[in-house]
């Protein structure tokens, strides 16, 4: 057979038998194999998700769940504790020095390298984008389709609407040059940025205008831990009005008085002061009077507050083993309070500064003492010093990594195995000299140990009905009222001593001087991440000399510069001054 | 008259053909030479011809043997044949991807191997064999005897920010082909498509090179072979930290008493391997079958680590009788059983007190806890001894294709095929593990992960082939359809009723709190579980046209349109063409005719390739769950955007040019190739900055930024001797790579210049060392430049206006470009010689100009590393190190640490001999025994230096302290065919 005789078969063969259905074949795969589209199983879009009520929660909650995050994410904790006179995070024998960043925090001498700078703005405004996402799906959605109804609704923007305006207000406060967002999907570029004054009258109008549409406290019972209420929105009002000779050079202390005085007579929701130091930072401060605005706080599930980024690593590496609370691993030396005494035990002579003296200045102050988990989830004081006994064997101390006995102190310097009162050769005290004994640690919230119901359960106060009385206190001081502001910290401050003690303030306020008053807010709200805007507020933060911290040659650095990862990615984005 | 006389004339011939040892050769062919008449031998080699008085000589040919010609006698004619040589003469088929041609036609950058090319490897992944064989290809595997560990492997560079870097494989002609389902024995050939127009034939996924693998097909003559091996790695190039008593009398910290040797603590004395393969291949030349069984199993040098493995591979090729059609099938079915090293075991034992116990002194049962020296220290003989981590995994990899002769010139090939791979990893930690007791309340945990991934390929080509007169055409066209698909599990529970349980009753765990989302330093997980899926589409048509104008001029031109559903929505398809040029200049007449030179082709091509290697879903407004917050007192998990949508979203893109010289000279006793490349990535996959407002996100996932790499490759092949019993043959490889990330930026997304690289870990959070930088080469080390020491011991930098300063003074804006570590030289060298029986060959391998960050010494090679953790025996005495007495400077990152890494090894050294078969049943006996990573000639003062990767975007550093230790391969193997 030649092969030409083959190769005609098979041409017929194909020709009749085997070419009519590959051409079918070839159309049909051609038509239905060209189809890109992308199916989803694990995750869901925008254009199917909001299908239930449920979605609408899930959505509305995102912008929240974010917001309490940031009380410490992004460096928003530090940057309102590190460059004022109460925390620090110095070089402890090689940990913590991490490119001299804290350094720079404490000196007033930060660099748009800085991460914080960029991560702050990005913090904030990936909330003012969150929220104004979910204001967006919200205010599209059909009320029907999803089940809610029309008030649900109207509540869910006002309340969105009141937490943007508390992630507006903070950003306002470190950048001051802000973008105002209103709107996001679809956008590509930045808002141009606004000035102080068209921020602060948007922040003024979007929380006077959420207020009607708010619910008030009592009406939400417990349960409304985390909800934005009139009486929230209305502390805003007070945060903002409070501080708005630095934000716009005009000072509104008659408004913030005006708005301070309804929320405490109740125009904005039933609220009460606590009659025990530690109860608006127990485990059941979700239900107590003085929360004015939280975030809900579960050991199972979140905690920021008890983050590495603030009070979990406000205590030696090994410190909780005095606790008793070894679920979250080792704490951390991160940050402690500024030293009040050298390192031969000698006073410093600046009057900033201090903390701890400022609280040993009214010596039967509760708070004074060593803190102490007693069991059934009660603990009494509130600052580590000295040795620190384990909790389930006292026989043993916490030492530290580097293997010597810890003995927290008021002082930084290189003590080592220094025993206590004994003076060290080494006399250098600064940012850059420090050990694992120096300086007193500070848990304000309480560290049950493992195995209390209660542990890791207190919420995070993020306004606390004492700010009010303090705020109050502070415009009738400016006003030159001293007596009605020496009455309204006493409201506040009876709790932290004795009946009867003579540590509150006289009638009459007579004690009460601009240190005076810079002082008790640092007591009163040590480590609550605010030092740095009451120092603005009364002039100390560029003026001010404290431990191991000069005066600043002028006040630029009260407002933080745009971050160098900001900066770059938006052409026309106008660095702040003296940056 | 003619015819009588014809019949008149007519003889016959008788003999037998063997091969080289002696054994029948059955279906050899003999046919009388430039006449039609013949025969094939029968299975004892034996055969029978008639041939005409006139005829001389007869011509001896059997597939796989070098044919002979003998001259036609009265006696029996016993012929033995050689086995076909690697001799260049011989046709070199080279597989170009949807086809194969003859080595001289093509032109573009490949380079074919035969398996006969690759080193013996004994451990994971044979594409460590390939190391060092293909100028321009990088395979790092830093980690060679850690029985699970494959390497990284990246050709001509690197290529993209965030998408994948490694090549597509395509075995047996399935592209996306499995190498981790293939037993070294099996190859046949392998094919690296290095130039841009031979890849581009693969569009979307060719940008990274494209190594085709062939396995063994069918014989027409049977055969059975075993191949053993048995192979011991002995640590090398060690780390060497202080003893006990060096330690105490350092006053590194607490003396506790015992005397410890860490690293021998946690490794056996030598990691083994042991592995068999059997073969078995016959049938006839239209219908034959191959099919392969192998068994490993293998230990690693730590005390958990090991691997079991047992495959399979049958390849069976059925061709009609009338030539028609041919089916092939190939089924490769694998199991496999691991335990995981644990590297940071490793990293413990580098930087524990060697004065510590391994175990509790007060209860000698129990482990000593251990939570005080470096930064996360744990006890890792106990963490090796009771923690388990594995997995349990299966492959089947199998294809089909059906081939119709459509014509003689016509044909059309349908192929389908399947890659599934599963793993059930398992984990678990018992409740007398005394990191549990002391950080879990004492309860033990476990966990099983599902993993299963699928890729379904369908493919069709039609090719069709005419020569008219010196014009020879060869055009194909193909679509292609691929389907990837993976979906999983997981569990997990802790305080189980009994340890013994481990992990294989999760539902008796009484812990019922789900895992908390924003999970603390050191938090614990609970109960977990989870699942997922996700799948892609990549469909394409493609076409090519390879012509030549006899055998003299040579073109191909190819174009691919491609389409993924990975792309946005704005851009799923693309158009990916190539062309490329040959020209065989010694067949002009013009061209002098000498001696030397035999053969000479210019080749010069240009192919647009993509990288579609990401994440499925990346251009979508996806919603996803974050954390959890309160609603009305119910704990709700909240939804938000998970990404920033693009819907510009498309595959990278690279333009590639080669230009190239193939060559043989000497009488092809020197042949080789030399290419000239420059790739240009464009559009560059990966995560930008991006302004927050108005995006939700910090970054999208666009593409942004250009990057180029050139250099110049050398891949010679020479025999240098060729006597009776003694030959020499020696191979050469060398490479250059310049690397240029050319720009960061496009229209929409500006403004981020550079990219931080290696961020460096505690203590000390010094920060990130190199940066991906507009106008740089990857691998930029970005750091301080030190200035020496001072007095007081601290390390003194320059700032940025040249002053020197105490590194802890140092500013961000201080810190400058310091060194590189990119190797810009590799090569390798290597020589093989026969005498006789013998065969004996040795490979020597080396990378060069680069640096390498000694991350090690950075962290505790100095004296102010930590108390209480040891350190490198270079922290005292008189070395540079040593001089660092002070610990303000101890977390600055500068080039004080920076090393030259370049370095030469002796890596691989095989001697081979072949037995002559005492028995008739076995027709030969190799025994082989091979030597790897002999010797490594470096000044990098810290271990291996190739145990720091120089592939990927951060080359030259280790970005923490664990690693995998470095080893000497004794093996010795036995090779027996029947």
Known sequence: MSIKTIKNKHMKYFTNKFFIPLYGAVVILFAGCTKLDETLYDRITSENFLQTRDDVIRDFLRAFEHAYWTIQGGGLFYAQELPGDQLMTPNRDGDWFDGGKYQRAHYHTWTIQDDYTSDMWNALFQGISLATNSLEDIEAVDINKVNITEAEKADFIAELKTLRAWFNLRAFDLYRNIPLVTKVKGETGMPPQATPEETFNFIEKELKDAIPGLPVRQDLGAAGIGRWTKGGAAALLVRLYLNAEVYIGQSKYAECAAVAQDIIDGKYGSYQLESSWYKPFDYDNAASGETIYGFPSTLARTHWHYSGDMYWWMGPHQAQNFFGFTNFGGMNTRYALQPGRDVDSVEYAFSMGKPFIKFQRYSDDFRLKKYKNLGNSQREGMFLYGYLPYYNNPSQFVKSNRGYTIFARDQVGWFKDTPPGEKPADKESNMNHADDNSGIWVAKYPIYPTGDPNAIASAYAEIRLAEVYYSLAECKYRAGDKGAAATLLNAVRKRNYPAGSASLYQSGGVQLNDQEMLDEWGREFLVEGRRRTDLIRWGKFNTGAWWDKQPDNDDHTKIYPIGQNVISLTPGLKQNPGY | ?978
């Not at chain 2, 980690?143 to 699970?148: E, K, T, V, Y």
């Open chain 2, 1 to 978: 008259m003619i015819q009588t006389t014809a019949w008149a004339q007519i003889r016959e011939v008788k003999g037998t053909v063997t091969d080289s040892a002696g054994a029948p050769l059955p279906s050899a062919s003999v046919n009388v030479k430039d006449s039609k008449t013949g025969t094939v031998t029968g299975k004892d080699g034996s055969f029978f011809l008639n041939v005409p008085q006139t005829a001389t000589t007869l011509v001896i040919s059997s597939i796989g043997y070098e044919t002979r010609e003998v001259p036609v006698s009265d006696g029996p004619v016993n012929v033995s044949l050689n086995p076909a040589s690697t001799d260049l003469a011989v046709v070199t088929v080279v597989s170009v991807g949807y086809g194969t041609l003859d080595k001289k036609e093509v032109t573009s950058a490949i380079t074919h191997l035969s398996g006969k090319d690759l080193n013996v490897f004994g451990g994971n992944a044979v594409l460590n064999s390939m190391q060092g064989k293909v100028a321009g290809l990088n395979v790092v595997n830093t980690a060679p005897s850690d029985p699970n560990a494959s390497p990284s492997i990246q050709l001509r560079g690197v290529s993209s920010r965030n998408a994948g870097l490694g090549p597509l494989y395509v075995i047996n002609g399935v592209p996306g082909g499995n190498v981790d389902n293939l037993n070294q024995n099996d190859i046949e050939s392998i094919d690296v498509l290095k130039g841009g127009a031979a890849s581009a034939i693969y569009g979307t996924r060719g940008s990274n090179g494209v190594i085709i693998i062939t396995t063994k097909k069918g014989t027409s003559t049977s055969y059975a072979m075993y191949d053993g091996y048995t192979s011991f790695d002995l640590p090398t190039n060690q780390v060497k930290v202080l003893s006990p008593e060096e330690f105490v009398a350092h006053n590194r910290g607490t003396n506790y008493g015992a005397k410890t040797d860490w690293f021998k603590s946690v490794s056996r004395n030598y990691a083994f391997n042991q592995k068999h393969t059997l073969q078995f291949a016959g049938g006839s030349a239209k219908t034959n079958y191959i099919v392969s069984f192998d068994y490993r199993n293998a230990t690693g040098l730590d005390l958990r680590s090991d691997k079991q493995e047992y495959g399979a591979r049958l390849n069976l090729t059925h061709t009609s009788a009338n030539n028609l059609y041919t089916a092939t099938v190939n089924i490769a079915p694998r199991y496999l059983k691991s335990n995981n090293a644990s590297y940071n075991a490793f990293n413990q034992s580098l930087t524990l007190n060697p004065t510590l116990p391994v175990h509790d002194t007060l209860n000698p049962n129990r482990f000593l806890f251990i939570n005080t020296g470096f930064t996360g220290a744990y006890n890792p003989v106990e963490e090796l001894k009771t923690v388990l981590s594995g997995t349990e995994g299966k492959y089947l990899d199998w294809n089909a294709s059906f081939k119709l002769n459509l014509t003689q010139n016509l044909y059309s090939q349908i192929t389908l095929g399947q890659q599934s791979n599963d793993f059930f990893d398992f984990g678990f930690t018992p409740s007398y593990n005394t990191g549990a007791i002391n950080g879990n309340n004492g309860r033990n945990s476990a966990n099983r992960n599902y993993n299963k991934n699928d890729q379904y390929v369908f493919e069709w080509i039609g090719n069709y082939k005419r020569n008219i007169k010196l014009h020879s055409f060869n055009l194909m066209g193909g679509y292609s359809y691929n389907y990837f698909v993976s979906s999983g599990m997981n569990a997990g529970n802790q305080n189980f009723p009994s340890d013994v349980l481990t992990y294989n009753n999760l539902g008796t765990g009484q812990y019922n709190i789900p895992i908390p989302t924003n999970p603390q330093p050191g938090d614990y997980t609970f109960r977990t579980v989870g699942s997922y899926k996700n799948d892609s589409k990549l469909i394409a048509f493609f076409g090519r046209l390879n012509y030549d104008l006899a055998k003299k001029y040579f073109l191909s031109a190819s174009l691919r349109y491609e389409g993924s559903s990975k792309f946005g929505y704005d851009n799923k398809w693309g158009y990916f063409p190539a062309v490329s040029l040959g020209w065989n200049i010694t067949k002009e007449d013009f061209f002098p005719k000498v001696d030397w030179l035999n053969d000479l082709k210019l080749r010069a091509d240009y192919g647009e390739t993509g990288n579609q290697d990401f994440g499925n879903y990346l251009s979508l407004d996806t919603y996803s769950g974050y954390g959890y917050f309160t609603f009305n007192g119910a704990s709700y998990q909240v939804w938000g955007p998970s990404q920033n949508t693009n819907y510009n979203l498309q595959w990278e893109k690279a333009q590639n040019f080669n230009l190239g010289i193939d060559f043989d000279l000497l009488n092809r006793r020197l042949t080789g190739s030399i290419n000239y490349y420059i790739r240009t990535n464009k559009d560059l996959l990966g995560y930008y900055n991006v302004p927050v407002p108005p995006f939700v996100q910090t970054t999208t996932f666009a593409n942004v930024g250009t990057m180029k790499n050139s250099g110049l490759e050398i891949q010679l092949n020479a025999r240098v001797a060729e006597k009776q019993d003694f030959t020499w043959s020696a191979s050469l490889t060398g490479a250059i790579n310049n690397n240029k990330f050319l720009s960061f930026s496009n229209d929409m997304y500006r403004g981020q210049n550079f990219q931080y690289m290696a961020n460096m870990p505690a203590p000390g959070s010094p920060g990130p060392s190199q940066r991906l930088e507009e106008g740089r080469r990857i691998g930029s080390f970005y750091m301080y430049k030190s200035a020496g020491i001072d007095a007081t011991g601290r390390l003194m930098v320059y700032d940025k206006s040249g002053n020197i300063i105490p590194g802890n003074t140092a500013k961000e804006d201080d810190k400058q470009f310091v060194g590189n570590g990119l190797p810009l030289y590799s090569a390798s060298l290597g020589n093989t010689f026969t005498y006789k029986k013998l065969d004996f060959s040795v490979f020597f391998r080396g990378a060069f100009k680069y640096d390498i960050f000694n991350t090690t010494a950075f962290y505790i090679g100095t004296p102010v590393t930590q108390g209480g953790a040891n350190v490198l025996q270079s922290a005292y005495g008189d070395g540079k190190y040593a001089a660092l007495t002070n610990p303000e400077t101890y977390s600055t990152l500068s080039d004080y640490f920076l090393e030259k890494g370049d370095y030469v090894k002796l890596d691989n050294v095989t001697v081979g001999y072949n037995f002559k078969s005492p028995i008739k049943q076995v027709s030969s006996i190799r025994l082989y025994g091979v030597a790897r990573n002999l010797y490594t000639f470096t000044k990098f003062t810290t271990g291996d230096p190739e145990s720091v990767s120089v592939n990927g975007l951060a080359p030259g550093v280790n970005t923490s302290l664990s690693y995998y230790p470095s080893t000497t391969q004794l093996l010795i193997g036995l090779q027996v065919k029947f």
